[in-house]
């Protein structure tokens, strides 16, 4: 049961299940009203005035919005972390990539030289350059 001037648990149970498209303008206004005229009297009215079940109503529906506002901020915060991860693997990603790049194209590079140092070797219009001979026996 609640205080005299206080919405009625029951009629905020109603309010809460009855889904919006169902409420008419006039409805929809006069929940936001009693709502915000029973959260200030909530907040302005101490413990010791209220009955036990509005007392117990006020600090059930503190505890829940204390709730639902540290599991957004946690949200917040978790994607915000996340966000930073992706976006540094991402870096250390493309940082390894043109690293790769780099040295693929050394190796490229090297292998260039070592198919023409071939190519010298086998036409004979090169000297060897590794200075060892074959002989077969």
Do not use: W
Request: glycine fraction near 8%; charged fraction near 25%.
């Amino acid at each position: 049961m609640s205080d005299a001037g206080r919405k009625d648990f029951t009629t905020k149970a109603k309010e809460a299940l009855t889904p919006e498209s169902q409420k008419s303008t006039y409805d929809k206004t006069k929940e936001t009203v009693t709502d915000a005229y029973d959260s200030v009297a909530s907040a302005v009215t101490p413990n010791s005035q209220k009955g036990t079940a509005q007392a117990f109503g006020d600090d059930f529906k503190s505890s829940s919005n204390s709730a639902r506002s540290d599991a957004n901020k946690a949200y917040a915060d978790t994607k915000a972390d996340a966000t930073k991860s992706y976006n540094n693997a991402k870096a250390d990603l493309d940082k390894g990539a043109a690293n790769a790049n780099h040295e693929g194209q050394g190796i490229i590079e090297q292998a260039k030289e070592l198919v023409g140092q071939a190519a010298e070797y086998l036409t004979g219009s090169g000297s060897s350059t590794t200075g060892t001979t074959s002989t077969t026996h």
